[in-house]
């Protein structure tokens, strides 16, 4: 009798840096249930997302693609909702991994946010559909939640509600009888924008950083490149978005009631992980179940004078603040005793891994860099790729254990320029050395890599470097305006 395909957990909260862990090293923040997660598994302390905002992480884990394929190139503005076609779809074209497990005989579930178009019923393969439409958090509290084609406003924590959802989706299977399931639970949390976590937290968890002195949030003097954003940002994009969420970036790395309340939701999501584990272990499916946990992206808490995301800065920038992730792997059987991978691995890097465990193929409707991260949790003995690949719209990056290339688009008006750092003489990439003639060959050899990679890994239609362009919008419309002409713009269709 063939063994049953394991069920499949796939945890991906918003906005958490990889330090924002206990297991992490950081001290400060309390994370019991990751924590545990982490010692019954494998943490990949090198995980990397290809793109630091929301929709292009979530669209790059659902297909195994780069932004350049998939055309999902910065955060879905909801604002612009009446523009969007009926029942639209960012991902419709491809085959994505609810879908390909969907036809493999797995009951498939969404639970949590979803920001990749039209939450109105179910998108992209996906039978049970628990979401909200708003991806733009603005509070944890009185969200409209999409529950099956019911619309209800729920009065609590949006975490609890979408823990609660998934408890209750596990609590009604059957482990000896139904197909195996794929639960796509998505947090809306920690955030680390105002005004969800803008005051002081009101949650449960809110006297645990009273008396926290946030050590582990750096005071560094605001940078350039932020100053230079918001400057940009007001003379080109005056109403986009609201300039007061844009002006507050600078005010948040000393804002102590932020602080607490951003830890404080860290905490919510730790409580709400260690309740769906719970109910895993009560219906005895722990042990069949494939368990990861990580993030859409990464964000600077301050390091580097800025708070937020890549593209918070003037240039957008790939510091590993930015693009590190939490990443977690827990296999079905057999525990792995609390590893901890430094392999460079990547948020496309799930989606293989997902079907391997089902025990499927790689689609081949596009060059896939993702690979299996399953020799990486259960052997000792494998061969893996030394580099990772971003994007942020003007900026591409190729990170390797001794160097981080960022490489800007040009010519443009903006006077661009490219960074190198050595990783291993300067792990907090504070001294741009792209100039420094003992590194040409290095570098010479760092960029061919990267235009190779982009060659092969982007789609005319949405490849911004060569005229392309970007599904629903854009954060930089008018840069691509000016260099590709008064005609380019965002397009909704394939």
């Not at 009185?142 to 619309?151: A, F, S, T, Y």
């Not at 482990?175 to 969800?196: D, I, K, Q, R, V």
């Amino acid at each position: 009798m063939p063994k049953k395909q394991p069920n499949i957990l796939l945890i991906f909260v918003d906005n958490q840096p990889a330090k924002m862990l206990g297991c992490s090293g950081n001290e400060e923040i309390h994370t019991p249930n990751l924590d545990r997660l982490a010692e019954n598994g494998v943490r990949f302390s090198e995980a990397y997302c290809p793109n630091a905002m929301c929709s292009p992480c979530r669209a790059s884990v659902l297909t195994g693609l780069m932004p350049s394929q998939h055309g999902v190139h910065t955060w879905l503005n909801d604002n612009m909702i009446a523009e969007w076609p009926r029942d639209w779809n960012m991902l419709e074209e491809f085959p994505t991994l609810p879908e390909l497990l969907a036809d493999a005989g797995y009951d498939t579930a969404l639970m949590g946010k979803y920001h990749l178009g039209i939450a109105d019923k179910p998108q992209n393969g996906f039978k049970e559909w628990v979401t909200l439409q708003v991806g733009h958090v603005q509070s944890f509290y009185d969200n409209q939640m999409i529950v099956n084609g019911d619309r209800i406003t729920h009065p609590g924590h949006s975490v609890d509600f979408f823990t609660e959802q998934a408890v209750d989706y596990i609590t009604r299977r059957d482990g000896n009888s139904e197909n195996p399931f794929f639960m796509f639970l998505t947090y809306p949390a920690p955030y680390g924008h105002w005004p969800s976590i803008k005051g002081e937290p009101t949650n449960e968890f809110a006297s645990f950083y009273n008396e926290t002195p946030f050590q582990s949030v750096p005071r560094e003097g605001i940078s350039k490149e932020l100053i230079d954003w918001l400057l940009v940002r007001q003379k080109k994009m005056p109403d986009y978005p609201d300039p007061g969420e844009l002006n507050c970036l600078p005010q948040l790395p000393n804002d102590l009631p932020t602080l607490r309340n951003y830890y404080s939701q860290m905490s919510v999501v730790d409580d709400g992980v260690g309740r769906v584990m719970a109910a895993l272990d009560d219906r005895e499916m722990a042990d069949n179940t494939l368990v990861i946990y990580t993030s859409d992206h990464g964000m600077s808490l301050g390091q580097h004078g800025f708070w937020g995301h890549g593209e918070d800065t003037w240039p957008s920038n790939m510091h590993r603040e930015a693009n590190n992730i939490p990443l977690i792997i827990r296999p079905p059987g057999k525990r792995q005793q609390g590893k901890v991978r430094q392999s460079l691995v990547g948020t496309t890097d799930i989606f293989a891994t997902i079907l391997d465990y089902a025990g499927l193929p790689l689609p081949s409707f596009e060059p896939m860099h993702g690979r299996s991260m399953r020799p990486l949790v259960e052997s000792e003995q494998f061969q893996w790729g030394d580099a990772v690949f971003m994007e942020q719209e003007e900026t591409r990056a190729i990170r390797t254990d001794k160097w981080l290339l960022m490489r800007r688009f040009g010519p443009t008006p903006y006077d661009f320029t490219d960074e190198l750092y050595d990783l291993h003489d300067d792990p907090g990439e504070r001294q741009n050395v792209i100039d420094r003639a003992e590194h040409r060959d290095e570098l010479e050899s760092l960029i061919a890599r990267l235009d190779v990679f982009f060659e092969t890994h982007s789609n005319p239609r949405w490849n911004l470097w060569k005229g392309g362009t970007v599904k629903s919008n854009s954060t930089r419309p008018f840069l691509w305006q000016e260099i590709w002409g008064e005609d380019w713009k965002p397009t909704y269709s394939t």
